[in-house]
């Protein structure tokens, strides 16, 4: 099949009319049923239909509201897409009846196909490629968890086992692997599309790149990689891409035991880790080394590229207390970005000036800019608002005292005094950090083309104001330093590769 054609089904795919469910079932411990209800779920607003030939749903027609059939050509009108749940031994005659409707878009979401090293599951696995391309069907899996599209944002759609409720994003997820996708999207929140590509007996993870590369929607696609069937096909891809949209990859299999499982896990191939790590680099690719790192690889992404030109980055801190401040120093002069001397630059002296008429005289008069543990909430605002007169820092990181408040949920006093007072302190905290987050959302929003980063020292994620945060696009790190230096590090390579090949 030609890739124009592949593509404009995939367009059908990721945005169908209607969707039927070849195995649909009541039992939500059973995947049919967690399929059926994950559809509706996820706000799909268009027709669909349930197919199950079980005498018992002739009585009750309806599974969740889904209008039950006995068979696929009893749908009275044309179907874009199926989604097949049903045993493996049940796959190929589903298969069959999909092309005798002239359906065109299939997600195989049972295993036991390629990953399986048996004559028989082999010799099915050929034949469903086989009838497949003959009929020019496209099917994602097998051994897909499903995909998600919220390329109509009115009608999103989400054809899988995974739960998630994602909102309209410009991320595009791919992973070769159904859990790991699943965890990566919730992590996410916000995405335009995710595909657990499974086996990939017909549609591989470079078709996905492909479809992702052409969407204007698109801003940064994500992945998950195992290994790779099509290598060549992939850099050619990346290297074109990364220069317009950041590729962002966690890779798995990169021991000796990784791999073995890998090759278990879905037949992928692992391939060796200094070649992956060339091709990475090669292709401008970000390479995250664990799944925090991957998440705030993509968040940092979409909320502070394209960074600043200057070489190597200009970082100033402000901390509310000596010790944060010093660590976070460390780690970022430890890769390679400068934390700025304001005794050496030129307009230092200046910005020690004006920040000394809002901060005590005992000060460190030097960046990191400690705040000495003061409990003015309003000190903040002021601080920035100054620096930002100053063209000293190309990234300022700011520790937010908005989550202070979770760090009482660890406090555990020993008579009924101390759990009064915590329980007190929590309700007042409760209120500064509302009003914190006020106040630093509205900051950010009045210098939109600043790039503040706030760290918490809190490590949670546990709480509706860092999804405010999120809603105006301000990066925040939760307990993690050393994540967040790491993460610009990688994203200002990325902004450099991006500035040479420009």
Known sequence: MKLEEKLALMEIMFNPKNVAIIGASENLIKVGGMVATNIRIGGFKKKIYAINPNPKYNKNKSIYG??????????????????IVVPSTAVLDSIKQAIECDIRTAVIITAGFGEVQTKDRQDENKELIKMAEKAG??????????????????????LGMGFMTPQPGTVAI??????????????????????????????????YLEYFAQDEKTDIIALFIEGL???????????????KKPVVVLKGG???????????????????????????????????????????????????????QHEPLRIGIISGGGGYGIVLADLCEEQGLEVVNLHT???GPKLIEQLSEHLPFYWSRNNPIDLVASRDFDLIPKVVEN???????????IQTHAFFRQMLNSFQPINEFGKKMRDLMKAVMKGIGKQVSKTEINLCTRYPDKKLIYISPVPTFVDPL????????ILIFPGNPEIAAVVLRKLHDYQKYVNRRK
């Open 137 to 158: 069907l496209i099917f994602v899996g097998p051994n897909s968890l499903g995909i998600y599209s919220s390329e109509n944002e009115a009608s999103p759609l989400h």
């Open 229 to 243: 069937r099509a290598a060549s096909r992939f850099k050619q891809l990346c290297s074109e891409l990364t220069i």
């Open 66 to 83: 889904i209008e039950v059939l006995p068979s696929l050509d009893k749908c009275p009108e044309q179907i874009d897409l199926v989604g």
């Open 345 to 347: 630059h030129p307009n």
């Open 466 to 473: 860092f999804e405010k945060y999120g809603q105006h696009k």
């Open 174 to 207: 791919i992973s070769q692997s159904g859990t790991m996708g699943a965890i990566l999207s919730n992590m996410m929140t916000r995405i335009r599309y995710f595909v657990s590509s499974g086996n990939e007996a017909c549609l591989l993870l470079e078709d």
């Open 387 to 397: 620096i930002l007169n100053y063209d000293v820092f190309d990234i300022l990181f």
């Open 254 to 308: 990169r021991t000796k035991s990784g791999s073995r499982a890998a090759f278990s896990h879905t037949s992928s191939i692992a391939g060796s880790k200094d070649i992956y790590n060339s091709y990475f680099k090669q292709a401008g690719i970000i390479r995250a080394e664990n799944i925090n790192q991957f998440m705030y690889l993509v968040k940092g992404a979409s909320f502070l590229l394209p960074l600043p």
